[in-house]
């Protein structure tokens, strides 16, 4: 999820200055998102918008968290991401668990509801993700915002698919579909960052060592 113009942290004050401007107007978008969606997911009964609303909470945290690492070394950077990989995770497990529990409940959503709030949550995740394209292969701290921005995008998109299931059906089932497909691409993304988070460590480990040995 530019500051860097390369991974290993060959940076331009210019470049650092757009990537925090940007870093603020996500984070400001997924706060407000957040309280729409929370407030939505509730009244509508719909697990969907309430891990969408989650997931928006979880962004902003994480664009925070970028913004307090900005300029920082390798290691700190790294070591965000590993944070916020394990947010991610947590995310996608409370989301199955929820959805697992109105599975046995057999509650139905609001349809409508969640087909509108997901077209202004699409809409609201677009202009995020096309702000951040250009940074997606930066660092793992850039690519964990990256992904986050990407992710959220898709799950608009299956909300809304959902909105169609549950009103064409009248059941509650394409909601926890949804539901349990945002859980696991969570977990799927902060399985990818943990990955490249521990390639930084292990990388900057490795060029000390070999600076200690030459010394």
Known sequence: ?????????????????????????????NLAMFGVEIGAGVRSGSVSLLADSLDFFGDAANYG???????LGVVMRARASLAKALTMGLFGVFILVVAIGN???GSVPHASTMGVVGVIALLANIAVAAMLYAYREGDSNMRSVWLCSRNDALGNLAVMLAALGVFGTG????????????????????????RHALEELRSERMAVSDVERRA
């Open 65 to 71: 968290v970028s913004l307090f690492v900005l300029g």
């Open 1 to 29: 999820m530019a500051g860097n113009c390369c991974s290993g942290g060959c940076a331009t004050t210019a470049a650092r200055g757009r990537y925090r401007r940007i870093l603020w107007i996500a984070l400001l978008i």
């Open 103 to 105: 599975f046995v409940d």
């Open 171 to 194: 059941a509650g089932w394409p909601d926890l579909i949804v539901a349990t497909i945002m859980a696991l691409l969570s977990i799927s993304a902060a399985v990818q960052i943990t």
